[in-house]
């Protein structure tokens, strides 16, 4: 059974990034389950604009200092690319591509 001291378990699907001049902010967010994502990425993978606002709630707040946050991405991404040598690739949905200009070269 879970203490009050226990640390939160948050599980989130979306994620706002902010940086400053002392850190790195992540504002984590899970989208609501009874909206139906997929329609909006659907319309935008066609490349329509939909302008709809997926409605989320704000599950917690990191912050992190400007090297802290460098140090986590570098460890992430080799964490990452370990499992996708050994399980296989990890695939982006195509709006999420789109949307962050993510391109090969990010991943290399």
Do not use: C, F
């Not at 902010?25 to 606002?53: K, M, W």
């Not at 991404?77 to 990010?106: C, F, S, W």
């Amino acid at each position: 059974m879970a203490d009050a001291h226990d640390p939160p378990d948050i599980y989130a699907d979306q994620v706002a990034l902010m940086t400053t001049e002392w850190g790195v902010i992540l504002s984590l967010y899970a989208i609501l389950p009874h909206v139906p994502v997929e329609i909006h990425d659907a319309a935008e993978a066609q490349g329509v604009q939909t302008n709809v606002r997926v409605p989320t709630e704000l599950r917690g707040i990191v912050r992190l200092s400007h090297g802290h946050a460098k140090t986590l991405s570098i460890l992430l991404k080799r964490m990452l690319k370990t499992y996708e040598e050994q399980i296989g690739e990890i695939p982006i949905p195509a709006p999420v591509i789109a949307r962050h200009n993510i391109t090969p070269e990010d991943w290399a």
